[in-house]
């Protein structure tokens, strides 16, 4: 008699990941996902209510572990340094987890407490970083939305293969980043003595 597989909700998550990174995030249904984990697709109601609720996990896992590559990427850095740290690893993430980034900008419900939570830890991680440049508050939040903008439409163009001349794309990110941090220089009095590690 063959063993039951022993399944429960962060195998589901973990598999939906894998099909997600490997297949994108259009292709993922309840009847994949249940070929993936060899059950019947009736059985994953033992563990998750609907494909939104799956969908909704998802972003939230990506949330954190993005913010875990960000973290990591920024301690013991400051200033300029950390901004290109947190850059890299924003785009590292993505190039490793496409599907799960997708689910970051793609959830049904943006109303939900705990995505709202991972959101704004990102969102405090950068504001952390920009402590360093002397920015008032207002400003901080304008070069968060920059530096946004700058990695999602970079890693978005990147994941659907627009760019397509032969240059290398990290020194295209390279010269991004560095273009962006002379922007915030601009409108600074930052200094070197001015630096915040995290």
Same mark, same amino acid.
């Given at each position: $008699? /063959?063993?039951?597989?022993?399944?429960?909700?962060?195998? *589901?998550? #973990?598999?939906?990941?894998?099909?997600?990174? +490997?297949?994108g995030l259009d292709e993922l249904s309840l009847s994949s996902l249940a070929k993936e984990l060899q059950i019947r697709p009736p059985s994953l109601y033992n563990h998750i209510n609907s494909l939104s609720e799956l969908k909704q996990a998802l972003a939230i896992q990506g949330l954190k572990e993005l913010y875990q590559y960000m973290l990591h990427a920024a301690i013991g850095k400051s200033g300029d340094d950390a901004i290109r740290n947190l850059s890299y690893a924003y785009v590292q993430f993505v190039r490793t987890h496409p599907g799960l980034y997708d689910t970051t900008t793609r959830f049904p419900?943006?109303?939900?407490?705990? &995505?709202?939570? #991972? #959101?704004?830890?990102?969102?405090? &991680? *950068?504001?952390? *970083?920009?402590? /360093?440049?002397?920015?008032?508050? +207002? $400003?901080?939040?304008? $070069? *968060?939305?920059?530096?946004?903008?700058?990695?999602?439409g970079f890693t978005s163009i990147?994941?659907?293969?627009?760019?397509? $001349?032969?240059?290398?794309?990290? #020194?295209?990110?390279?010269? &991004?980043i560095d273009t962006f941090i002379r922007g915030i220089h601009s409108i600074t009095n930052y200094s070197s003595d001015n630096r915040k590690r995290l």
């Open positions: $008699m /063959a063993t039951r597989k022993k399944i429960d909700f962060n195998i *589901v998550l #973990q598999k939906s990941i894998n099909l997600i990174d +490997e297949n419900n943006p109303e939900d407490p705990e &995505l709202q939570h #991972q #959101q704004q830890l990102i969102v405090e &991680l *950068v504001m952390q *970083v920009l402590e /360093a440049y002397g920015l008032q508050k +207002e $400003m901080s939040i304008h $070069m *968060v939305r920059g530096f946004r903008s700058i990695l999602h990147e994941q659907t293969g627009g760019f397509g $001349m032969p240059l290398d794309t990290d #020194q295209s990110l390279s010269l &991004l």
